[in-house]
């Protein structure tokens, strides 16, 4: 088959594109580059990319749709999975422009490509952040999300919305999954683990909010991307529900699907994982809570099973231990070898 991916120098993008080179298909990825965490890891991403022959790397922004359109005539894709975007809850505050356009501007510019070449499949990334101020737990996918807490979580729900309305107007099959807290090897630098180990390893207090009192559904990059590329085969079918907690949309071929363990985990029992792991104590710093931050998030996957016959198992230690792995190698820190060890 042949994809056209948005985001292939990102932590997401890069493993999903890896796992569809690996099994023999043609990936056209494309990739901004932008400064918002270092290039050079974006770059070793793509480097790793580019080993495989049907790989083809394109640099640009979504923004500049004529190189859009271009690189998507060239991909003739069968599947468009869009993961590029202006990530960051915390970044979203100081420059909201950004989101507006990476996350509106460009994510309009891939679902036109996605009407006018008509893919089997349009999939695109959204995160748990769109359910906000819920308190209601797990979160299920046809609980409203009416109230974001940030600018990001306002862009990333203003594109499930614009995806509805196309696959209404157009036809074009499309999957919006919400990603929970996803992490391990080759994660992104602005990410509370990459910061803990980082900062861990230079002897540096690590900086904890909401005094601790906070829960993550932390998802593993392995489980995510098995749930992707089982979505890739199940394009929603309008008027086929799969249950009474389906969210596919009653006049269009579109479904949000949670991508999550469906386990809440506790921030300090997180930190306590990493410090075992490292095998060297980690200086706390209990500071409030952020603007913008949520208390727990908690992610149901029974729809996910019920579409694919999966949900995510890995555990927080085996996790953890195989993005210190990955940390240590990339950078260079001595320790001790893990059974874990994610190769490039």
């Not at 793509?46 to 083809?56: D, V």
Request: hydrophobic share 40%.
């Amino acid at each position: 088959m042949r994809f056209l991916i948005t985001g292939t120098a990102g932590f997401i993008g890069f493993h999903l594109a890896r796992r569809l080179l690996g099994k023999g298909h043609c990936v056209f990825g494309v990739d901004g580059m932008t400064p918002y965490y270092e290039v050079a890891l974006k770059e070793a991403r793509h480097a790793i990319l580019s080993r495989y022959l049907e790989f083809s790397p394109n640099v640009m922004l979504l923004e500049d749709k004529p190189k859009l359109d271009s690189v998507a005539a060239a991909a003739r894709p069968d599947v468009i999975v869009h993961l590029a975007a202006q990530a960051g809850v915390r970044y979203s505050l100081d420059y909201p422009r950004s989101y507006l356009d990476s996350n509106l501007v460009g994510t309009f510019n891939v679902m036109e490509i996605a009407r006018e070449l008509k893919p089997a499949h349009f999939l695109i990334a959204s995160t748990s952040s769109v359910y906000g101020a819920n308190t209601r737990m797990p979160f299920l996918e046809i609980d409203k999300t009416d109230h974001p807490m940030t600018f990001y979580a306002a862009t990333k729900k203003a594109g499930e919305e614009m995806a509805h309305a196309y696959a209404h107007l157009w036809g074009v099959p499309t999957t919006a999954f919400r990603f929970f807290t996803v992490y391990g090897p080759w994660g992104r630098p602005d990410m509370a683990l990459f910061k803990f180990v980082s900062a861990a390893l230079a002897g540096e207090p690590i900086d904890v909010y909401g005094h601790g009192a906070m829960q993550r559904d932390f998802t593993f990059i392995d489980d995510l991307i098995e749930s992707v590329t089982r979505l890739i085969d199940r394009p929603p079918e309008r008027g086929a529900p799969v249950g009474n907690e389906d969210s596919l949309s009653p006049v269009a071929p579109y479904r949000v699907v949670n991508i999550g363990r469906g386990q809440s985990v506790g921030l300090l029992p997180f930190i306590d994982e990493i410090e075992r792991c490292l095998g060297v104590p980690i200086k706390r710093r209990m500071l409030d809570m952020q603007k913008g931050d949520v208390r727990a998030t908690f992610a149901s996957a029974d729809l996910l099973e019920k579409l694919t016959g999966y949900r995510p198992l890995t555990q927080i230690d085996e996790g953890v231990a195989a993005f210190v792995q990955c940390y240590r190698d990339y950078y260079g820190v001595a320790g001790e070898a893990s059974s874990h060890s994610v190769s490039a």
